[in-house]
C-alpha cells in the first residue's frame, strides 16, 4: 500500500527555517517522481519543489528558489524539504505527491514547471506551516 506522510510543520519565526519531511512507503522512493506543494488559506494550491524519479534531477518554483532545497534519503525512503529565510506568505499547509515510473517523466518534474497536484498518482495529508512573529 503506498503511503505519503508528510510532517516537520510548525511555527516558526520570520527569518527563520523549518525542514520537513515526507514518509514514503510501499514503492521505491527512487523510481518515481515527488513534488511538493502548498496551498495558503483561501488560495489555489501551488507547486513548490520536486525531485525526479530516476535521475534525481530537481527543481524549484521561483519563490523557492535560492530559499528551499528539496532531497531524498533512499535508504530512509524519505524526502525532505528544507525551507530557509522563511517569510509570512508561506504560511500555508505543504503537501507531497508521488508520481509512478511512466514514460516522459519530466511532464512531473522539470525546469519548465509540473502539473497541479492532482495529477500525481498518490498525496499525503500534509503539515502545517506558520510562519508569524
Known amino acids: 500500500q503506498v503511503q505519503l506522510v508528510e510532517s516537520g510543520g510548525g511555527l516558526v519565526q520570520p527569518g527563520g527555517s523549518l525542514t520537513l519531511s515526507c514518509a514514503a512507503s510501499g514503492f521505491i522512493l527512487t523510481e518515481y517522481t515527488i513534488a511538493w506543494f502548498r496551498q495558503a488559506p483561501g488560495k489555489e494550491r501551488e507547486a513548490v519543489s520536486c525531485?525526479?524519479?530516476?535521475?534525481?534531477?530537481?527543481h524549484n518554483v521561483q519563490f523557492a528558489k535560492g530559499r528551499f532545497t528539496m532531497t531524498r534519503d533512499n535508504a530512509k525512503q524519505m524526502v525532505y524539504l528544507k525551507m530557509n529565510s522563511l517569510k509570512p506568505e508561506d504560511t500555508a499547509v505543504y503537501y507531497c505527491?508521488?508520481?509512478?515510473?511512466?514514460?516522459?517523466?519530466?511532464?512531473?518534474?522539470?525546469?519548465?514547471?509540473?502539473?497541479?497536484?492532482?495529477?500525481?498518482?498518490?498525496r499525503g495529508q500534509g503539515t502545517q506551516v506558520t510562519v508569524s512573529s
Open positions: 505527491a508521488a508520481a509512478f515510473p511512466r514514460a516522459f517523466m519530466e511532464y512531473y518534474c522539470s525546469e519548465s514547471g509540473w502539473p497541479f497536484s492532482y495529477e500525481y498518482d498518490y
Open positions: 525531485i525526479r524519479g530516476g535521475d534525481g534531477e530537481t
